[in-house]
């Protein structure tokens, strides 16, 4: 590893600036969990390391009715699980921060490194997607917004320019009747890369009998996370039966496109995402209804 | 037969001492981070030395040019397989045994040939590990790609690409002995061949037979600390190494070896050690770092990454093993045969023979054929890695006689027990079977609650199966006993303490001399400081460093009747050693208690110090066993172990926590290598999943609590009746859980590692036939 250098804005303007000064010589950091190791392992060669922690705003995490639930990018797991608010409106984004790594990892990983990391496999990116994530971007042409889906383009790509930096995270408030969950397959039962994944969200109606709208997002069988729209737009209208669950589920594998890795083959991931979308959706359906 | 449990129930063990659980001494060290481990080491003036390794599986070295590497700011040198005196002076002989220094030298540094993705090639030594890594990008080696062989099928197909162009094949009837050179080139290195009897005559004899093919993966041992030593050369030509192995005696003969000078001028430090597992009897760095600090006059530490751990250390073998018994329809046995292939990696030495030898040989057999081949081919060389060579032929073995326990719709253990080999009886190697509590483990595991227990839910099963490992001659220990004037003892010796030796060893000394195990202190110490002592493995040490230091406990107790006859003016044979004290047998009035005479010795002629070494070793066999219940999810064949209970016959458990500490790690060893592990290759030859995140190995979230069952059959080879206890659990795992599985999914599992995707392939493959 060569030595390069480690600076730590306090704004949001500096970190810009110094992003941009290093081009793509230039690389973000908040928790590290994955940067460092990268960098240790030889992954890409810098000159800088931009430290995001010492900015106030990617540290806030706020939540109103109104605009619902903002997390700086370089708020650490622990922060988002161990919150009430959060645990109370958003129970499938605490599935998703308390899947990262273990315990140590989860008090210095962050969703915003998660998501610019942009692994296939990422472990909160599907929840993100299942929520209604947008991604707020700050870059030297200033601010500019994205949803979540769109933010990753390929394995460790994505549309952020040189320069830019993730500032945070924006969550709608959830509706009235509405539920979501986050699920992975992976062998071990922590400290693991997924051999696919899947976030469901719901929107009941009245009755709790009907599926009025739904999200469905799966990962680890395509170059990016990828929404299943064709399944979830499926559901709009029907009952939120088993019967419905298990289209839903048979179509999500349709956006499936996955490889055959030492992690796991084509066959049983494509199997795994029809397996897993199913059983989000009942996890989903089950907190929609107050179960 | 006694039990842990009929122990606890008892007021009084057997012994004072033996059987209680005392604070370990090295424990508040250990977990208040005091101790010592190799790569804490750090002398004034230390620099780094980093490894070049190979990018390919196999190639030749057709030249390496290290000038632009010796130019760059910060480092200090370089050093290649040209800096090994043994690859210079001495051709490579494969008749040699298995730890053959000149073999093994190549391994330290590629001379002619790279044999596998991660072998080493050339070191630098910097002021900085970083320099030195990046110095290594500096580095110019012209490969001459060649083929990969990268398992036993392409090494052993006709006409295969050749690892070694002076390789033949060796044939043997015996493991000890080197056998004949057939002549026949090749990459298979020897065919080992036991034999009782005339198998054709057995299973014309059976009613039913069973004959199926298992294969198993290479595994890693996976212990926590990376390799780590630091070496200093002295202008006087003495070396002093620092390292972190199982052995320092075999460090400082390897690298004497290695670098052509006499073991006198070597001394080894042994650091704490992060576990070895068998793997680290083997040293890879210490010759390196020994040659970087003579080029540039000042210590030199390594430290290997854990992806040099994964690619350039010594794993376990991946194996193919075909296995036939023939039956009664009673269940007796009457033949059995195993055609055994274990990889060995880049150059001869699997642990195959250890298979061969153990695999059959806890059931009767009067006819029996075990044909077993070592072959190398391009991964890295096999380490002994705990019961080497046994957990892959005991799988197979194992879940032969579990399939043809439901073929003769019997109780599995039942079958067993039906043919398990008595005292006398002959193991397969043909040498009868001493006094081992075969029988008496097997009865334990029927008899357990939990072989019978309600499995409580739906795709849950039980699996159950044994694991023997026949374990031969010891290689030897030291011990020194020091009576000091305050009445404790410290006591001695040469053995890296892996698993609680250092308690164990000081317990048997503290029942010799009747003192708390509190008042022996152990000791590890240098290779200088020591009689010669084998390393740290064969589950030997608490057996044979314990009966070195129990001999040198009984020589200073006969020294101190001598200071007490002196002192009341008797001979030695008037002073008797009861319960701890000194006794007149002229005037029992006259006794002086062990703290007592102690603090005289100085007064009666100096302290007492008394050495002892034992090479009448041979802690023998043992059985361990494992019943498992597992929970299939049909959905994503992952599989949840819901109960596990260890069994293993110890003799006598000197600790009984660390006895258990060695059942719970064994097993878990043993899940993993089961359910997860495995080196994933790419097509090419290289290791895809080196590093912890992907080469899975259990985490405690996926381990239930593993309860044990030490059974004391007493071993009549040592003076308290103990055994091994380190090697013996990781057998039994890997058939008990492929046994479990398999009838969890109503499909029988045949490969290692059961993986969530091999078990939905299986249900599938059941769903296909109807079954």
């Given at each position: 590893m060569r030595d390069f250098e480690y600076v730590a804005p306090t704004t949001i303007d500096e970190a810009v600036r110094l992003m941009a000064e290093s081009g793509n010589r230039a690389k973000a950091l908040a928790g590290g969990t994955d940067v460092i190791v990268q960098l240790r392992g030889g992954r890409f060669d810098i000159d800088r390391l931009v430290d995001m922690k010492k900015i106030p705003e990617l540290n806030e995490m706020s939540y109103s009715e109104a605009d619902g639930l903002t997390v700086g990018a370089a708020v650490p797991c622990h922060r988002i699980y161990e919150d009430a608010t959060v645990q109370e409106q958003y129970p499938g984004l605490v599935d998703a921060a308390f899947l990262i790594g273990g315990i140590q990892i989860q008090g210095r990983a962050t969703l915003g490194g998660n998501l610019c990391n942009s692994s296939p496999s990422g472990d909160t990116i599907p929840a993100?997607?299942?929520?209604?994530?947008?991604?707020?971007?700050?870059?030297?042409?200033?601010?500019?917004?994205?949803?979540?889906?769109?933010?990753?383009?390929?394995?460790?790509?994505?549309?952020?320019?040189?320069?830019?930096?993730?500032?945070?995270?924006?969550?709608?408030?959830p509706k009235a009747n509405s539920g979501a969950a986050f699920l992975r397959f992976i062998p071990r039962n922590e400290m693991d890369i997924a051999i696919a994944n899947a976030a469901a969200s719901v929107v009941l109606d009245d009755s709790k009998e009907n599926i009025v709208s739904a999200r469905i997002a799966v990962g680890a069988v395509a170059p990016t996370p990828m929404m299943a729209t064709a399944a979830a737009d499926g559901l709009a209208g029907k009952a939120a039966s088993e019967e419905s669950i298990e289209a839903a589920g048979e179509a999500a594998k349709a956006v499936a496109s996955p490889i055959n890795d030492m992690r796991g083959t084509v066959t049983q991931r494509v199997h795994l995402v029809g397996v897993l979308t199913k059983r989000a959706l009942r996890t989903a359906i089950s907190r929609a209804k107050g179960e | 037969m006694a039990t842990t449990a009929d122990r606890d129930a008892a007021a009084q063990g057997k012994f004072r001492v033996l059987g209680t659980r005392p604070v370990r001494h090295d424990g508040i060290e250990k977990v208040t981070g005091a101790a010592r481990y190799g790569a804490d080491m750090l002398l004034p003036g230390t620099l780094h030395g980093k490894v070049l390794r190979s990018p390919y599986a196999h190639a030749r070295i057709r030249s390496i040019d290290t000038s632009k590497a010796e130019a760059m700011p910060g480092v200090r040198a370089v050093a290649t397989s040209a800096d090994f005196p043994i690859i210079q002076n001495r051709e490579v002989n494969f008749a040699q045994s298995l730890q053959n220094p000149r073999l093994m030298a190549e391994n330290d540094l590629a001379d002619k040939k790279v044999l596998y993705k991660g072998h080493a090639v050339a070191a630098v030594v910097a002021t900085s590990p970083h320099e030195a890594e990046e110095a290594l990008n500096l580095i110019e080696v012209d490969y001459e790609v060649l083929p990969t062989v990268l398992g036993w099928r392409e090494a052993m197909k006709e006409n295969p690409?050749?690892?070694?162009?002076?390789?033949?094949?060796?044939?043997?009837?015996?493991?000890?002995?080197?056998?004949?050179?057939?002549?026949?080139?090749g990459n298979v290195a020897s065919h080992l061949q036991l034999k009782l009897g005339d198998v054709e005559q057995g299973f014309s004899e059976a009613d039913v037979i069973i004959e199926r093919e298992y294969n198993t993966q290479t595994v890693h041992q996976g212990y926590i600390e990376p390799f780590a030593c630091t070496a200093q050369w002295m202008p006087e030509g003495r070396l002093t190494i620092w390292t972190s192995t199982q052995g320092i005696f075999g460090v400082r003969g390897n690298v004497a070896a290695i670098l052509d000078i006499p073991e006198s001028m070597i001394k080894v430090v042994p650091m704490e050690i992060g576990g070895g597992f068998g793997g680290k009897g083997t040293g890879y760095l210490e010759p390196v770092a020994a040659v970087l600090s003579r080029k540039t006059g000042q210590p030199v530490k390594m430290v290997m990454s854990r992806k040099e751990v994964f690619e350039g250390t010594g794993p376990s073998s991946?194996?193919?093993?075909?296995?036939?018994?023939?039956?009664?329809n009673d269940g007796t046995f009457t033949a059995a045969q195993l055609y055994m292939v274990y990889e060995a990696g880049a150059y001869p030495g699997s642990p195959m023979a250890g298979g061969a030898t153990s695999g059959l040989s806890a059931y009767k057999l009067e006819h029996a054929l075990v044909d077993g081949y070592d072959v190398v081919c391009n991964k890295p060389k096999t380490a002994a890695y705990r019961a080497p060579g046994h957990p892959q032929v005991c799988f197979a073995v194992e879940s032969c006689i579990d399939e043809l326990a439901q073929m003769l719709d019997m109780d599995p253990m039942d079958l067993r027990i039906k043919n398990v080999a008595q005292e006398g009886d002959?193991?397969?190697?043909?040498?009868?079977?001493?006094?081992?509590?075969?029988?008496?483990?097997?009865?334990?595991?029927?008899?357990?609650?939990?072989?019978?227990?309600?499995?409580?839910?739906?795709?849950?099963?039980?699996?159950?199966?044994?694991?023997?490992?026949?374990?031969?001659?010891?290689?030897?220990?030291?011990?020194?006993?020091?009576?000091?004037?305050?009445?404790?003892?410290?006591?001695?010796?040469?053995?890296?303490?892996l698993s609680g030796t250092r308690v164990a060893v000081a317990m048997q000394v503290a029942e010799v001399l009747g003192l708390s195990a509190e008042d022996v202190t152990p000791q590890v110490v240098d290779t200088d400081s020591v009689g010669w002592t084998g390393g740290s493995g064969g589950s030997r040490i608490t057996f044979d460093t314990g009966r070195a230091a129990i001999a040198a406990a009984q020589l200073a107790i006969d020294q101190m009747r001598d200071r007490a006859a002196l002192l009341w003016e008797l001979e030695q044979d008037d002073v008797e050693f009861v319960d701890g004290n000194f006794v007149s047998k002229k005037n029992p009035e006259d006794r002086f208690t062990f703290r007592e005479l102690a603090g005289r010795l100085m007064a009666t002629g100096g302290p007492v110090t008394c050495s002892a070494m034992d090479t009448q070793g041979g802690v023998g066999g043992a059985l361990a066993g494992n019943i498992f219940d597992v929970e299939v999810d049909p959905e994503t064949g992952k599989v949840d172990i819901i109960r596990a209970t260890a069994f293993l016959d110890i003799g006598q458990a000197a600790h009984p926590s660390y006895v258990e500490g060695q059942m719970q790690g064994g097993t878990l060893q043993g899940i993993g290598w089961a359910l997860n592990e495995e080196y994933f290759f790419s097509e090419d030859g290289v290791m895809a999943n080196s590093s912890l995140l992907d080469y899975r190995m259990p985490t405690t979230l996926d381990l239930p609590m593993i309860d044990c069952e030490i059974i004391e059959y007493a071993n009549p080879r040592h003076p308290y009746g103990l055994r091994g206890a380190g090697e013996h659990p990781i057998i039994a795992?890997?058939?008990?859980?492929?046994?479990?599985?398999?009838?969890?999914?109503?499909?029988?599992?045949?490969?290692?590692?059961?993986?969530?995707?091999?078990?939905?392939?299986?249900?599938?493959?059941?769903?296909?036939?109807?079954?």
């Open positions: 993100l997607m299942a929520l209604g994530g947008t991604c707020d971007i700050a870059g030297p042409n200033g601010r500019r917004s994205l949803p979540v889906e769109d933010f990753c383009t390929g394995p460790g790509r994505n549309v952020l320019q040189d320069g830019e930096i993730l500032v945070g995270l924006n969550f709608p408030s | 690409v050749l690892l070694h162009d002076t390789l033949t094949e060796r044939m043997t009837v015996s493991r000890a002995d080197p056998g004949e050179d057939t002549g026949k080139p991946g194996s193919f093993i075909r296995c036939k018994i023939g039956a009664k002959r193991a397969t190697t043909g040498v009868p079977h001493a006094h081992v509590g075969l029988r008496e483990v097997m009865e334990a595991i029927k008899a357990h609650p939990h072989y019978n227990a309600p499995l409580g839910g739906p795709n849950r099963a039980r699996g159950v199966a044994t694991g023997y490992r026949l374990n031969g001659g010891g290689s030897g220990s030291s011990a020194t006993i020091n009576v000091l004037a305050n009445g404790t003892v410290n006591v001695t010796t040469g053995s890296m303490d795992p890997l058939p008990a859980l492929g046994n479990a599985v398999s009838r969890a999914i109503n499909q029988r599992v045949y490969t290692l590692p059961i993986t969530p995707g091999s078990v939905l392939e299986s249900i599938n493959e059941r769903d296909a036939n109807g079954s």
